[in-house]
């Protein structure tokens, strides 16, 4: 089992930043892949950003040159860097983990199976 805490949401107002931080604990050994998905309200989550073991990224054209993930292989902790943030940038966030031992393979929720409780991000105009 992997077990997940975001941390760092708040408001801010638009064209502020904001970092988000992820900790993962528990069998994180194996870790090749995590991601971040955000959930605006009334929406469907949407997919954010991913990292591989690798340091390798995808981004959503959303965000794109706005945010950046980040990872510390020595713990696992996983972050989200967002500037330039936007009212639509308004969800809850949340960090994610597919089946240990699995690399990056798809930015699908359902690809996932590990889940933080996540934490609001509120940008206002």
Not at 22 to 37: E, K, L, P, V
Not at 44 to 60: H, L, P
Request: net charge negative.
């Amino acid at each position: 089992q992997v077990q997940l805490a975001e941390s760092g949401g708040g408001l801010v107002q638009a064209g502020g930043s904001l970092r988000l931080s992820c900790a993962a604990s528990g069998d994180t050994y194996g870790t090749f892949c995590m991601g971040w998905f955000r959930q605006p309200p009334g929406k469907e989550r949407e997919a954010v950003a991913q990292i591989d073991a690798d340091g390798n990224t995808i981004y959503a054209d959303s965000v794109k040159g706005r945010f950046t993930i980040s990872q510390n292989n020595a713990d696992y902790t996983l972050y989200l860097d967002m500037n330039s943030l936007k009212s639509e940038d308004t969800a809850m966030y949340y960090c994610a983990h597919p089946p240990r031992r699995t690399w990056c393979e798809s930015l699908e929720p359902a690809f996932f199976q590990y889940w933080g409780r996540g934490t609001m991000v509120t940008v206002s105009s």
